[in-house]
């Protein structure tokens, strides 16, 4: 018997055990690997799968368009291609990378950098070039295969009916900021997004932007698309609301033809009967298309230029002083205090300069007005009339009539970043220079709009409104009404704002000044002066720290039943009365030319 034999049938007996054992184990983990794959992770790699097959292709919704009062389209939409990549299934190789760029005409950091960044949760698109050609697209289309996860998008783009037209107005679009994408992210924006920046556009933006959509297609594992997937519902994209405004294109295309000459002005033309904004011009403007492309940094210098500001809007969000015009509001204070009325003088005839305190104010007319009563003093401007209703009135005084006209409260327009402008009283004083730091001799100043008011035309527009609409006032509005898809018309009611603070006789006898202003041969307001319209109109000229003085020019008309009242404002254009005949040329328009044509 050999001994080694037991030995021999022991040891194979051990590795049996052993290798059972291991078939053992590995069988265990398989079973433990499907039960995890199939029941506990099932929800997973369900997902997992489907995003295999499935792509989803957003739907982008059409923009609101908006009109003017009439109807006529202002601002549309056309449809262009953007590129997009699905990270998902998107191979960041090199060579790919290399070669999408250069179809693009784009850098390769820049795609990379676009991967990196929307990684999760990878499988929504991610622009890379929007405004693409059909030929650029039909090339991605042909060679699926070579562009795997590389997919185009139909995206709308801003159209303007009537080029820069209203451009502060209608406002433009632009992709959403990092800041604004933090701001708004409850809304359901993503990086890329195209949303309102200035203007209607800005204001309106969450019903002007509509829902995008979603479609459900099935591709293939090189990202060939086979067809949809009837199992899953597309989402229709719902198309955003459209905006009517109050301004008339007609009347706004006269107003910008009148002031092309102009370099830097605001003007408004308003129903003084509801508020609503006829047309309103801001000087100088830009071309709200420029941003559908990618703007050079040359252009976005000249757009943010720091002594033209073509950005800023200056009918709502220029602040000014408000010049002689405010004399209006003075005059009308005056007759409410029984400080005079429409036939008293003051103590001191003008010559030109009065004494008050330790210093001499002075009258734009050196030579003076010598003694004058008060519609003569509103027709000719003369301050040293009005200083002499300040020293009556007080700071008190004059500050609660100048809050209760609206200044320095905005009017509540339907635009965006609207100024407030500033009324000083006592305690601004007391903060800006000391309790003694300062004098009674600063209402002079203010008696007259000059010193630290400031206003924006618009509020100007609103106080004159006032007085042509005997007392009542109207809160400003630039939107007629919105129009949601497939839902009721939205009205946007003309609002009352309150009434002036001021008697009828108050009103009446500032409103005689005005008449006098444009229709005495010897009044500042001369060139507003119509044979068959009867324009009451105040002149104003404000000082301007940081150069020539500000011209400014109110009007109404007729002044027996006030149709439209317009503000002009002019900068660093000198004397206000220079300019009274651009008030002029926008009245013919109106009366003789756009209501006969409208049959009003």
Same mark, same amino acid.
């Given at each position: ?13 051990? $590795? ?74 998107? &191979?960041?190789?090199? %060579?790919?990378?290399?070669? +999408? ?23 929504? %698109? ?18 699926? /295969? ?58 309106? /933006? ?37 905006? =009517? ?5 007609? +009347? ?26 006829? #047309?309103?011009?801001?000087?100088? /403007? ?18 943010? !230029? ?6 800023? @809007? ?7 002083? &408000? ?19 429409? !036939? ?29 009563? +008060? ?29 209760? @006209? ?30 003694? *730091? ?8 203010? =008696? ?16 004159? @409104? ?31 704002? *309150?009434?002036?603070?001021?008697? $009828?006789? #108050? =009103? ?23 044979? /068959?319209? +009867? ?36 900068? #660093? ?28």
């Amino acid at each position: 018997m050999n001994p080694y034999a037991f030995k021999t049938d022991e040891e194979q007996n051990r $590795k049996s055990i052993v290798l059972l054992l291991f078939i053992s184990l590995v069988f265990l983990f398989l079973i433990v690997r499907i039960i995890t794959i199939q029941i506990i992770d099932h929800e997973y790699y369900f997902r997992f799968s489907d995003k295999n097959r499935l792509r989803v292709v957003p739907e982008a919704a059409a923009r609101g368009k908006i009109f003017d009062r009439n109807g006529k389209l202002l601002v549309g939409n056309r449809t262009t291609y953007t590129i997009s990549i699905i990270p998902f299934e998107f &191979p960041p190789d090199t %060579p790919y990378v290399k070669k +999408l760029a250069e179809l693009l005409s784009i850098k390769p950091e820049f795609i990379f950098e676009r991967y990196e960044k929307n990684l999760k949760p990878g499988y929504l %698109p991610v622009r890379l070039k929007r405004h693409v050609d059909f030929g650029t697209v039909s090339k991605i289309l042909e060679r699926t /295969d070579e562009f795997p996860g590389v997919i185009f998008e139909n995206e709308h783009i801003r159209y303007y009916e009537y080029g820069k037209l209203a451009s502060h107005i209608v406002g433009y679009v632009g992709e959403i900021s990092p800041a604004e994408l933090r701001e708004r992210y409850r809304e359901g924006l993503r990086g890329g997004d195209m949303v309102g920046k200035q203007g209607v556009e800005r204001y309106f /933006d969450n019903l002007l932007r509509g829902t995008d959509g979603a479609k459900f297609v099935e591709v293939t594992a090189t990202g060939e698309v086979i067809g949809p997937v009837k199992s899953l519902g597309d989402v229709p994209a719902q198309n955003g609301a459209d905006i =009517i405004l109050t301004i008339d294109a007609s +009347l706004q295309m006269a107003a910008e033809s009148i002031f092309t000459w102009v370099p830097e002005c605001a003007f408004i033309a308003i129903d003084p009967k509801n508020g609503e904004i006829l #047309a309103a011009v801001s000087l100088p /403007d830009f071309d709200p298309s420029i941003f559908t492309e990618t703007i050079s940094d040359s252009t976005w210098e000249a757009l943010n !230029n720091p002594e033209t500001h073509p950005m800023l @809007c200056r009918w709502y969000q220029g602040l000014y002083p &408000p010049a002689s015009p405010l004399k209006i509001m003075s005059a009308a204070a005056a007759v409410n205090e029984g400080i005079a009325n429409a !036939n008293s003088y003051m103590p001191e005839p003008c010559y030109g300069a009065m004494r008050y305190g330790d210093r001499y104010f002075m009258c734009w007319n050196r030579y003076g007005h010598k003694s004058i009563n +008060l519609l003569e003093a509103i027709a000719q401007s003369c301050d040293i009339y009005f200083y002499q209703v300040a020293i009556r009135l007080g700071l008190e005084k004059w500050h609660e009539y100048a809050t209760k @006209c609206f200044f320095g409260i905005r009017t509540g327009i339907e635009l965006p970043f609207e100024a407030a402008g500033l009324v000083p009283d006592r305690d601004y004083y007391n903060w800006r220079f000391g309790r003694r *730091g300062w004098g009674k001799g600063v209402l002079l100043n203010l =008696i007259i709009g000059q010193g630290e008011i400031l206003t924006t035309p618009l509020q100007l527009c609103q106080m004159i @409104c006032g007085f042509a609409n005997k007392g009542f006032v109207w809160k400003p509005k630039i939107v007629k009404y919105i129009e949601p898809p497939l839902k009721h018309r939205i009205e946007i009611p003309s609002k009352m704002r *309150g009434k002036l603070p001021f008697s $009828k006789i #108050a =009103i009446k006898t500032s409103v005689d000044g005005m008449i006098r202003t444009v229709n005495e041969e010897w009044a500042t307001g001369t060139g507003a002066y119509m044979e /068959d319209i +009867l324009v009451a109109g105040k002149t104003g000229t404000a000082q301007n720290p940081h150069g020539p003085d500000h011209a400014l020019f109110v009007a109404f008309a007729p002044a027996n039943q006030p149709e439209i009242v317009v503000v002009i404002l002019i900068e #660093a254009g000198g004397s206000g009365g220079s300019y009274a005949f651009l008030a002029r040329q926008f009245f013919d328009y109106y009366f003789h030319y756009w209501k006969p044509e409208k049959n009003l």
